[in-house]
């Protein structure tokens, strides 16, 4: 779709590249943002926000979710629990 790409790498990783004005990542702002997978994004950020982590928005995605939060460093990073079958 115009101002997004995706980039599926053979061990299963994936890039994934947005425009600037990409509507609904205009929080985007400190630079690339790192997602880490999870088994559950639900438990995961209920865990999480137990700690102090501030999230921005709600859970996100029907088949596989995300959840973006802010990191100690102030970078903006995400929860994923995109699985990939190899």
């Known amino acids: 779709e115009p101002g997004f790409k995706v980039f ?11 425009a600037e004005n990409y509507k609904g990542k205009e ?3 400190t630079g690339p943002v790192v997602g880490f997978s ?9 865990k999480m926000e137990k ?17 973006h939060f802010y990191g100690p460093d102030g970078n903006v990073y995400e929860i994923t629990d995109r699985h990939v079958k190899k």
Not at 8 to 18: S, Y
Not at 53 to 61: H, K, L, R, S, T
């Open 38 to 46: 999870v088994d559950n994004v639900e438990t995961a950020r209920k």
């Open 27 to 29: 929080h985007f702002t």
């Open 51 to 67: 700690e102090g982590i501030q999230f921005i928005g709600p859970i996100q995605g029907t088949k596989s979710k995300w959840s």
């Open 8 to 18: 599926d790498l053979p061990n299963g990783d994936r890039i994934e590249v947005f």
